[in-house]
């Protein structure tokens, strides 16, 4: 900034010449200068008061547009802001078909420790560890006299053990709100439920998460808090699985099988009623995974239903004999060549017995014959065997909704080769899951359509692409039911209910590789009541043996079946199916004129 001098040389000497007083020129610049300093001032002044006007300005609008939405808004009462209420109740129930809570959101507590605040550390040590046994008290006791300023003791309590906790009076023992997952029914429906956990978590809230089962592969909807009051609805019956899982409980003791498995899936919508997979555990107080040891079936968390891969055994050989009547290469009463044993290079297939030098489809079924099946497997071909089980969904992991059922992928041959064709016939040389199993033998009931395992409650009949003509599903059911009247599974007769079903007895495999002497997964899949199936039914046991009549058993006949007898007996009347007598063929009369 250039200022201008108060006594400017020029004017003072020119002044001088003309005989002026020099110090009129300085006070005339002086009152210049000072009138332009007043000036700016008044400027800046100005500028500020345009400021602080516009400001009130805003200010007055903002106020009066508040005012004028609240005048013109529905009056309300004011929420009281609560710690973690920012998550509370954003999870969605889960209940059965008819609406009885499976899973649902308790408020609880947790508790933690700030131990510079504590009094007495080694008192409050003490009677945590009374009030909770599982903690170790030199632990807590190092935590508490350390350098640590917060700890967490428990992530959820009762409200019995928060008073209990409360009673200790020490300061530094501190709660925070939770809202944790209840399963009002403990252990039932578990491995279908699955659990959940905690997610994001502070001292004053808790996200809570799935992770398995319904609650891992619906999260998102359950955690979105639109759903708040849209329940996820499962196609489970309480009431049949709480009686599906005594009835199997019971039956896999007195079988001294290592586990068992269930599956009750009605054959037109594909809605599973009942799955039960033993041992179980309670989900609210879910067990750890297994950090060690090479078979996983020893975990309470393994579901038997979806993740045990196994081979049926003869289960699938009315496939077979509904595939190749389908393909019109045979009918129920047609002759095959049985004749043992079948050869193929240097393998041999044999039959448990010898059933004679030739039988109908109808017996080779009933007597559940290796060599009959394996010849029908012959005329079917490879080719058009893969397409069929491919159709069958016995290819892929089953669709079934829970995230454990993407385990459950079935195994195949390497080289589906003429002899792999024999064999996986009659059940070996494939291993799929029990859900697998179910909806296969729904499409035999059905009349020859493939419906979607779902654990999802629908509303009417869901039949997919056809697989088999109505002529050779009703073929097969006539032959399922005739092994129950004739033949392995006569213990699975329920006066009322035509039950139809087939046995299956496959060795058990080695976790390591190869297959036990001693072992057998034991299976049954059946349907009822076979004159019109309404239900397909599969029991399987891991490992049954019983001492009966003077020798030790194993085969299905022997244990799956009557597990499967007692099931059907106590859980069709709660299905709403009415027993009816046995319906029998029509004998074709002509009428003719006197």
């Known amino acids: 900034m250039i200022r201008t001098p108060l006594r400017p040389l020029a004017r003072i000497l020119a002044a001088r010449d003309r005989g002026q007083n020099p110090d009129v020129i300085e006070q005339e610049n002086l009152a210049q200068r000072h009138a332009e300093m007043a000036s700016k001032s008044r400027q800046q002044a100005e500028g500020r008061l345009l400021v602080l006007g516009g400001f009130f300005v805003c200010a007055f609008l903002t106020i009066g547009a508040r005012m004028g939405v609240m005048a013109t808004s529905e009056p309300h009462e004011p929420l009281a802001y609560t710690a973690g209420a920012g998550i509370a109740m954003q999870r969605a129930d889960i209940v059965d078909r008819e609406g009885r809570i499976l899973a649902t959101n308790f408020e609880t507590h947790s508790l933690y420790a700030q131990p510079p605040q504590m009094v007495d550390p080694h008192a409050a040590a003490d009677q945590l560890v009374t009030i909770f046994p599982d903690l170790d008290r030199e632990r807590l006791i190092k935590d508490f006299t350390g350098k640590r300023k917060f700890l967490w003791i428990k992530k959820k309590i009762s409200p019995e053990q928060k008073q209990a906790v409360h009673d200790i009076g020490d300061p530094g023992l501190m709660f925070g709100p939770r809202e944790m997952r209840l399963y009002p029914n403990g252990s039932v429906a578990s491995h279908v439920l699955g659990g959940a956990g905690f997610g994001k978590e502070g001292v004053s809230a808790a996200e809570v998460i799935g992770v398995a089962g319904i609650e891992k592969q619906f999260d998102e909807y359950l955690r979105d808090p639109a759903n708040g009051n849209a329940p996820l609805e499962l196609s489970l019956d309480l009431t049949v699985q709480a009686a599906a899982e005594q009835i199997l409980d019971g039956g896999m003791k007195l079988m001294n099988a290592k586990g068992a498995t269930s599956i009750l899936m009605d054959v037109h919508t594909g809605e599973v009623i009942s799955v039960v997979s033993l041992p179980d555990f309670d989900p609210n107080d879910r067990p750890p995974p297994p950090t060690s040891g090479f078979d996983p079936s020893v975990s309470p968390l393994f579901n038997r239903a979806v993740q045990g891969v196994y081979e049926l055994g003869s289960t699938f050989k009315i496939f077979t004999a509904a595939q190749a009547v389908d393909m019109g290469l045979v009918n129920e009463n047609t002759v095959i060549d049985t004749r043992g044993p079948l050869r193929w290079g240097r393998f041999a297939i044999r039959d448990f017995r010898n059933y004679g030098n030739e039988m109908s489809v109808t017996k080779i079924i009933v007597k559940s014959s290796n060599i009959g099946t394996a010849r029908l497997a012959q005329q079917i071909g490879v080719e058009s065997q893969r397409e069929f089980l491919d159709d069958l969904g016995m290819l892929t992991p089953t669709p079934f909704e829970i995230v454990e059922a993407k385990g459950g992928k079935p195994l195949l041959p390497t080289n589906w080769s003429e002899l792999s064709a024999m064999t996986i016939s009659y059940g070996h040389g494939i291993s799929t899951t029990a859900m697998h199993l179910a909806a296969g033998y729904a499409a035999i009931a059905n009349g020859g359509r493939y419906v979607s395992p779902t654990i999802l409650k629908q509303d009417g009949p869901q039949y997919g692409q056809r697989v088999m003509s109505e002529r050779a599903a009703e073929a097969g059911r006539r032959m399922l039911r005739k092994v129950v009247t004739e033949g392995t599974a006569s213990f699975a007769e329920v006066e009322g209910y035509q ?85 029998e063929q029509v004998a074709a009369i002509t009428l003719t004129s006197n």
């Open 499 to 583: 039950v139809g079903g087939k046995t299956g007895t496959a060795d058990k495999p080695k976790p390591q590789g190869g297959y036990y002497d001693d072992k057998v997964i034991a299976t049954f899949a059946s349907i009822f009541p076979s004159h019109d199936p309404k239900y397909a039914l599969i029991v399987t046991l891991d490992e049954p043996s019983i001492f009966s009549h003077g020798e030790e058993r194993r085969t299905a006949g022997w244990t799956a079946v009557p597990v499967a007898s007692e099931m059907v007996r106590r859980l069709a009347p709660l299905l709403g199916v009415r027993p009816q007598v046995d319906p």
